[in-house]
């Protein structure tokens, strides 16, 4: 599993640990990844997604699965968050 969010694509990175003698060695930062299950309301159904903490409280703030894929830019999602954009878009269009 890697450790990238699914929905905004944020992963981990780099930095110091700097001591009090100004000891300075490497560490990485890593995400706040949770395994979810977001509903689509346009699909009736739910998804398992692994995402950042962030990237939940940006669901709930946009009002849901269908409402953030559909602003979401495809370059950030995942290969399955992308299938799913592209799921309600097509049940979207039909209803």
Do not use: W
């Amino acid at each position: 599993m890697s450790r990238r969010c699914e929905l905004t694509g944020k992963g981990p990175m780099t930095g110091n640990n700097v001591s009090h003698a100004n000891n300075k060695t490497k560490r990485r930062f890593l995400p706040n990844l949770n395994d979810v299950t977001l509903q689509s309301e346009a699909l009736g159904r739910g998804f398992k997604l692994r995402i950042s903490a962030a990237a939940l409280r940006s669901v709930d703030h946009r009002g849901g699965l269908d409402a953030f894929l559909a602003k979401a830019k495809d370059v950030e999602l995942s290969d399955n968050a992308l299938k799913i954009k592209k799921q309600i878009a097509k049940a979207q269009a039909s209803a």
